[in-house]
């Protein structure tokens, strides 16, 4: 498909990793309503792609997204947002079945900041800088920074962040564990690939029944979290790749997964 506000490519040495660029450089890859609605196709198209293991979302060296769109929703009212459920496009990324990685250069605020959040690991460019400044505009984070900064990097830090404004750089948010992995601005995407092609190189129906079980690690009760795991983990034995994966060990050989 043609996008306008978004570039897409298959990479990788088998060509199994989804990129996505975000692209609107001149408004710092704000997030408008056309560039969510491609990035939600992008992700559900390359999510039913079975050459496909992992997705990447990225941005350019200035900028992964400094927030949503400003311009777009100067002008909204508490009804017109009600009605026309202002940001339910959002869901589509987060209900993708395969890992997406943020690969992070530049500024990644507000909705930026959210939007690689809601990936499940965030790579960043020494230069990245991170931060959720609605306050300064007189609004408050409304994509899951008040709700997953706090569960990535604790309350106190979380409330610091969202109540000042203030931007943290890149080394910051690794020590306080959002962000996974630090690289030179140049090395970044290449390392990410790399990291996309190391998960792709397992069962990818394995892979997606582990980001499941550690998503619930997010969304429940630590009780109920480890009996979904059990649940799942009892569920792998139902799997050939399962079977595959441990003949393979003790054969000491390669596994051969088939994603069955
Ligand atoms: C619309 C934006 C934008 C945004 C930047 N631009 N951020 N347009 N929405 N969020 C536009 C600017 O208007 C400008 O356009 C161009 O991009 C370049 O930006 P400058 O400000 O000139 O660049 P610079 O001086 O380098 O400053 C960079 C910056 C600053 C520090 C990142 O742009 C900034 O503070 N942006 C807003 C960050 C923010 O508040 N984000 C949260 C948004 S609220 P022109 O046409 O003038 O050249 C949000 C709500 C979340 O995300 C709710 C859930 C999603």
Redo the contacts with the bound molecule.
Sequence with gaps: PQYENIKIDVVGEKKNVGLIQLNRP???N??CKPLFQELGKAVKDFDADDKIAAIIITGNEK?FA??????EMQNNTYSTNVRGGF?QE?EDASNCGKPIIAAVNG?A????C?LAMLCDIIYAGEKAKFGQ??I??G?I???G?TQRLPRYVGKSKAMEIVLTGNFIDAHEAEKMGLVSKVFPVEKLLEETIKLAERIGTHSPLIVKMAKQAVNQAYETTLKSGLHFEKQVFYGTFATADRQEGMNAFIEKRTPNFKNE
């Design positions: 001149k408004a710092l704000a997030l900028a400094a927030g949503a769109d400003i311009k940001l959002w500024f605020l507000g909705g930026g959210e400044p609605e300064n505009i609004t984070p409304g994509a920074g």
